[in-house]
């Protein structure tokens, strides 16, 4: 598996991956309007959206495969309210195709994101998860994030969004 840079053209695919890999988990009704945002989240300047792409088939013709994975990196001051300042960055919608999941590409991800966070001089990295995405609870876990429940928030009612954060400057992840 390849983890890189998405190109424009592919956004599109990408936004679709976001909005399947929600539904399927059962995190996103079909008339959602965050799945409108999921579809055109990275088309901004400074963000960072990354693809895990499958090796094209032997023989295909294809320069590369399948797109089956993105996660997106917005730094400080284009990221989300949970980001408090300078030198932090958030890690947004990262999706893995449903046909894939459980076959390593989120951690692949999660890894690639932190590498590149570091790389731009990020000291904390901060995501927000739902109560129940307890498989993502367990991957961040793995890597180092802690909780950071004083910045827990609700974007609408009946919403809560937990926040886990990393500090990049003293840890290394355990990918």
């Known amino acids: 598996m390849l983890i ?18 929600y539904q399927a988990g059962g995190f996103l009704s079909e008339d959602s309007e965050y799945g409108r945002y999921l579809r055109t989240l990275g088309t ?12 094209a088939p032997d023989g295909s013709g294809r320069p590369s495969g399948r797109i089956v994975g993105t996660v997106t990196l917005q ?13 932090e960055a958030e890690i947004r919608a990262l999706a893995v195709a449903p046909d894939t999941q ?3 590409v989120g951690r692949a ?5 932190i590498g590149r966070a570091a790389e731009l001089a990020v000291k904390q990295l901060v995501l927000c998860t739902q109560p129940d995405m307890r498989a993502a609870h367990h991957l961040y876990e793995q890597a ?10 609700s974007p609408a009612h009946g919403v809560l969004l937990l926040v886990y954060g990393l500090r990049l400057a003293a840890t290394a992840p355990r990918l």
Do not use: K, M, Q, S
């Open 75 to 87: 730094l400080w001051p284009n990221a989300g309210r949970v980001v408090t300042g300078p030198g």
């Open 4 to 21: 890189r840079d998405a190109t424009p053209e592919e956004l599109p695919e990408v936004g679709e991956i976001r909005v399947t890999a």
């Open 109 to 113: 991800l999660l890894g690639a994101v």
């Open 44 to 55: 901004e300047d400074d963000n960072y959206v990354l693809v895990a792409v499958e090796p």
């Open 102 to 104: 459980g076959a390593g």
């Open 144 to 153: 180092d994030f802690t909780r950071l429940p004083d910045r827990d928030w």
